[in-house]
């Protein structure tokens, strides 16, 4: 397998290994790239992979071995004082929501937005804006608590979207859903990938995966299968 | 202007979080303005001490009393030797007479005096060095001691040297409890922060996850330990304060028996805005503790 050397590749991934302590190898000799404005999806059995794959991407975790290259920046080699300016450029849906339950939904969506440093008049309107988008404006209000399963998976994709990230990385976005709602969520996703944003997501449901016939990574024991 | 803003909202929202839990937060500025407050009232004390032994003490002199029955020769000869030495500058001889009449006047003891019947006082002398040095003083009561009809010899500046030597023992006293209390106070704070990143560790690590700097996650528990510092440094001049108020109502009482104008001087500004400066700097270091330790092991989760 050769590394991908494109030149405008979003993200670059090459033979990227992840050992963790204890010696479980979650990621074996990984390389893929996704192009600017792609959708791709990342399928395999739960422990594959996928979650330790988003991780390294956002740099979250550092490989043990190979490069993770994010808009010509290499991941591994980042000074700590740079990561988080750096995280910056994705929106992250995390599997388990990370909500947080004791502010309100407006302040769940507005918290990237005091942490880039937004004045606070611009703050609303965006806040306001992504709310908007994921159908939950009437509930900014209220506490996440308040929320059905479906409208906290959407209130995680607002505030992802929320300071307008170039790439979208959403981990089981789907997760506990039924079809009616995650079909709701994955059109969202559609929608975000047509204005441009390169959407990466992690997922075990096929069904979802034969009816738009994505780009597939299936990763199976840490490696890329064909 | 927006780091203003940012700052401003960040002040905004710790004052929000100590009246959040009002209960905890006035127990922890309790502690601390008791534990403040006792290094600065011993400060305010030793301060009112140093004042009042200022008023009693001017320059040291020797006093040399005659006995009752001593004659004008024996004085002219004190006093002749007395203005031979020529470390010696000023010489005032008080007679026995005028003693008596200037006790008189004074701290109402006539009707004492006047039913004693006759002048218990002897002849003096005060005599104050050139140079003031007390080496030529206490040189000169040695001698004294030894002149004919020379009842008694007291070096004035003696008790003042003594409350000297004694306020610098309580000056060190205070600096020493002053260094334990703060000591207290940082650990005081670093304690309540270190609650606070328990009890906010999602909102840390979620912060973290979507791209928040590390001051920027320090800078709420900085804020946060600075003020309660502060309210705990105001705390305790208000504890100081009402001190002096009580004591000098009881104290009206009992110079007014002594026929004295003694008060005592509450906190001055320079000393209130020290106090409350060096109590905000305190809660802000031991927040800055906290943090720099707890937040280190949130990262590695």
């Known amino acids: ?226 | 202007m927006n780091w203003l803003l940012v700052h401003l909202d960040t002040l905004r929202e710790s004052l929000a979080r100590l009246a959040r839990q009002p209960i905890a937060s006035a127990l922890n500025i309790v502690v601390m303005g008791i534990a403040l407050s006792l290094p600065a009232g011993f400060y305010l004390g030793l301060s009112n001490l140093r004042t009042f032994s200022r008023q009693l003490s001017s320059d040291p002199q020797v006093s040399i009393f005659m006995t009752i029955d001593a004659g004008t020769a024996e004085i002219a000869a004190v006093e002749q030797r007395l203005k031979s030495n020529a470390e010696i500058g000023r010489v005032e001889f008080i007679a026995r007479d005028e003693a008596f009449a200037r006790l008189k006047r004074s701290a109402g003891l006539a009707d004492v005096l006047t039913n004693l019947g006759r002048n218990p006082l002897p002849d003096a002398f005060i005599v104050t060095a050139r140079g003031n040095d007390p080496a030529t003083l206490e040189a000169l009561r040695d001698q004294a001691r030894q002149w004919p009809q020379v009842e008694h010899v007291q070096l004035d500046a003696e008790w003042a040297r003594r409350l000297d030597a004694a306020l610098n023992v309580g000056r060190m006293l205070v600096t020493l409890l002053a260094v334990l209390l703060a000591v207290a106070l940082v650990a005081v704070t670093f304690n309540t922060i270190r609650l606070q990143i328990l009890t906010r560790r999602d909102e840390i690590e979620v912060s973290r996850l979507i791209g928040a700097t590390n001051p920027f996650i320090r800078r709420p528990f900085l804020y946060f330990g600075a003020l309660q510092g502060l309210a705990g440094g105001f705390a305790a001049w208000a504890i100081v304060a009402l001190a002096v108020l009580f004591l000098n109502i009881q104290l009206a009482d009992l110079s007014g028996l002594y026929g004295t104008a003694f008060k005592l001087e509450g906190p001055g500004t320079n000393d209130t805005m020290t106090l409350l400066a060096f109590s905000a700097v305190l809660g802000w270091l031991g927040a800055w503790l906290s943090v720099s330790r707890h937040l280190r092991h949130i990262e590695l989760q």
């Open chain 1, 1 to 226: 397998m050769s590394a991908t050397t494109a030149r405008g590749s979003v993200i670059q991934v090459s033979h990227v290994s992840k050992r963790y302590a204890g010696g479980f190898e979650a990621l074996r000799e990984v390389t893929f790239a996704v192009e600017p404005g792609e959708m791709v999806f990342i399928t395999g059995h739960s422990g594959a992979g996928k979650s330790t794959l988003l991780k390294l991407i956002a740099a979250i975790e550092r490989p043990t071995a190979g490069s993770v290259i994010i808009n010509g920046q290499n991941v591994s080699a980042m000074k700590p004082g740079v990561i988080p300016y750096f995280r910056r450029n994705f929106g992250l849906i995390f599997q388990d929501h990370k909500l947080l339950f004791d502010r309100s939904v407006f302040e769940n969506v507005a918290l990237p937005l005091l942490i880039t440093g937004f004045p606070r008049a611009e703050i609303a309107k965006r806040t306001r804006a992504a709310l908007d988008k994921v159908g939950l404006l009437g509930r900014e209000k209220g506490k996440p608590i308040t929320l059905s399963g479906g409208e906290q998976q959407r209130l995680c994709i607002a505030r992802a979207i929320v300071n307008r990230p170039a790439i979208l990385l959403a981990d089981e976005p789907t997760g506990n859903l039924d079809t009616a709602y995650a079909e709701e969520i994955i059109g969202m996703f559609k929608s975000f990938n047509q204005v441009g944003v390169t959407v990466v997501i992690a997922t075990h449901d096929e069904d979802m995966i034969e009816r738009l016939g994505p780009r597939v990574l299936h990763l199976d024991h840490g490696r890329i299968a064909a």
